[in-house]
């Protein structure tokens, strides 16, 4: 039987070590063609470590372009759409959650609906909208969504960890005075801390990778963001893929460093949003 489980497990571990090697090594072959001159980018057969480390890469390619400026505009859109959806989503999974009223549990059963729409059905409508209000080719389109509820998505999963709290903390609230704003800010806030990293985690990577949004929106180079700068930047520089990989490189470490950081978070947060319906 000790047998048995210890070579189940020499199997478990070797599986996900050869997973974890298929996953991570286009992340290390980025880097491999950052570091790598032009020279070395076509030897038969390749070198896994660079001969030589070409630091000069990441500094062609952030001065052959506007790297700052789309930076810039990146950041500006990540992190107050980070914040709408925070602040909006956190207040309409409240009143799905805290608060009864009449025909709640329908409504929000119709809303759920829109997790079936992806973007490309409401493509069209939305630029359409925003065209009329003379906003097309400005950041406003990218952000201001983000303060009308945050996403069907980001509304479910926010709505779900608040139902696992408690009813019992909000009546004692209110024996003491608390409305339900106190209640939201001063009660359900603090505790779903996890859930809400979760969610600001997921719409940072999703703003911050965000290529399709950005395309139809914005037409201007002054207002392009990571993304698009990074899509110019390749229609320069077809072939010279060590800039390429070198830019592409700084333009991840954004989001590489925030799950990192918020991993712990991220799967905690997860698992407890699912524990009640």
């Known amino acids: 039987m000790i047998l048995r489980r210890t070579v189940g497990r020499i199997c478990l571990y070797a599986i996900l070590s050869l997973g974890g090697f298929i996953f991570v090594f286009p992340f290390y072959w980025?880097?491999?063609t950052a570091f790598t001159g032009m020279e070395g980018l076509f030897t038969i057969p390749p070198d896994i470590i660079?001969?030589?480390?070409q630091f000069d890469n990441f500094a062609e390619a952030l001065s052959s372009s506007p790297f700052g400026l789309y930076f810039w505009n990146s950041t500006v859109v990540t992190v107050l759409s980070v914040a709408g959806v925070l602040l909006?989503?956190?207040v309409c999974a409240y009143s799905f959650s805290r608060i009864s009223w009449p025909g709640r549990d329908k409504i929000f059963g119709f809303i759920l609906t829109g997790l079936m729409l992806p973007f490309f059905v409401v493509m069209i409508p939305h630029f359409l909208g925003w065209k009329l209000?003379?906003?097309t080719d400005t950041l406003v389109p990218?952000?201001?969504p983000a303060w009308f509820g945050g996403g069907v998505f980001n509304i479910f999963l926010l709505r779900q960890f608040f139902l696992t709290i408690p009813r019992e903390m909000d009546e004692a609230a209110k024996m003491d005075g608390a409305g339900h704003f106190r209640i939201y800010w001063n009660i359900i806030m603090p505790i779903g801390k996890q859930a809400l990293i979760v969610v600001g985690?997921?719409?940072f990577l999703a703003n911050w990778n965000d290529y399709l949004a950005p395309m139809v929106f914005i037409s201007s180079e002054k207002n392009y963001t990571l993304m698009l700068g990074l899509t110019l930047f390749q229609g320069t520089y077809t072939a010279q893929w060590h800039l390429m990989m070198a830019a592409t490189s700084i333009i991840v470490l954004p989001s590489l460093a925030v799950f990192l950081i918020g991993q712990r978070f991220f799967v905690e947060g997860i698992a407890m949003s699912g524990v009640k319906g």
């Open 142 to 144: 990218l952000i201001a």
């Open 88 to 90: 909006s989503g956190s």
């Open 201 to 203: 985690m997921l719409t």
């Open 30 to 32: 980025m880097l491999r």
């Open 50 to 53: 660079p001969n030589t480390f």
């Open 133 to 135: 209000l003379h906003l």
